[in-house]
């Protein structure tokens, strides 16, 4: 179907119009230009600054560029890796967000250990933690403790340990963390997993930690995630940041 061009004293019948209105308004909408009106590609905006559509109703969105709001209440994915071969650490980098949450599954190899998270690559002992956690050791029980420090130089995002009964260990965790400028950063984790023996509907640790990395001036850009053991972060580790400015 042919898109016509009307030209002044040309004679225009019914169907030529018919037509035009079928490649502007039926099936797939896409931006065009130019007197034949060729599909073009991010060229043409829906709305403007001044003059905005009230709501979208839509099933799918999808966008290949970013999203920004006036009142930073979206959330979106800044960094996703999985990993798929044998590793010792994972870096995001180009971070620029207030706030993120992370969700982090971590599949250690051959030894207990834990994923040690650094904040633009700070290891010095700028961080401090409060945690409270619960334990269920197979053979032992179950045990409930908390502990405190304000000098550590990590971040324990996440970590496995092992018993006699264990080859290979998960344990997955849940991360807030506020970035924002001037004051100093908060840091809360909620983590469970199978480092301990798993029998029944027994998990091992359930841990609740909040960090504090005192430091309220610095933009953070980067996030480095460490295996305490060298070369054991397993295939299917994985790991995803979402940002909110």
Avoid at 46 to 55: A, N, Q, T, V
Avoid at 210 to 233: A, G, H, Q, R, Y
């Amino acid at each position: 179907m042919s898109f016509y061009i009307f030209t002044a004293g040309s004679i225009a019948d019914a169907d030529q119009f018919m037509d035009n209105l079928y490649h502007t308004r039926q099936g797939d909408i896409l931006p065009r230009g130019g007197q034949s009106l060729t599909a073009t590609d991010a060229v043409y905006d829906i709305g403007s600054e001044d003059f905005k559509w009230d709501d979208v109703f839509c099933n799918n969105l999808y966008v290949s560029g970013s999203i920004s709001t006036n009142d930073g209440t979206l959330w979106g994915l800044v960094g996703e890796t999985i990993i798929t071969t044998t590793s010792s650490s994972i870096e995001f980098t180009g971070l620029n967000a207030n706030y993120y949450r992370m969700e982090i599954y971590y599949t250690d190899i051959n030894t207990a250990s834990s994923l040690r998270m650094y904040i633009n690559g700070d290891s010095a002992s700028n961080y401090g933690y409060q945690e409270a956690y619960g334990i269920i050791i197979s053979g032992v029980g179950s045990s409930i403790a908390s502990s405190r420090t304000s000098s550590v130089s990590y971040i324990e995002s996440v970590a496995t340990t092992r018993d006699a009964t264990t080859t290979v260990t998960d344990s997955f965790s849940v991360i807030y963390f506020d970035a924002t400028l001037n004051q100093i950063r908060t840091i809360i984790k909620n983590e469970g997993g199978n480092g301990y023996y798993i029998g029944g509907a027994y998990a091992g640790p359930v841990i609740y930690k909040t960090f504090l990395w005192n430091n309220s001036i610095d933009t953070i850009t980067s996030l480095k995630f460490v295996s305490s053991e060298s070369n054991n972060i397993g295939s299917g580790t994985t790991i995803r940041i979402w940002g909110r400015i």
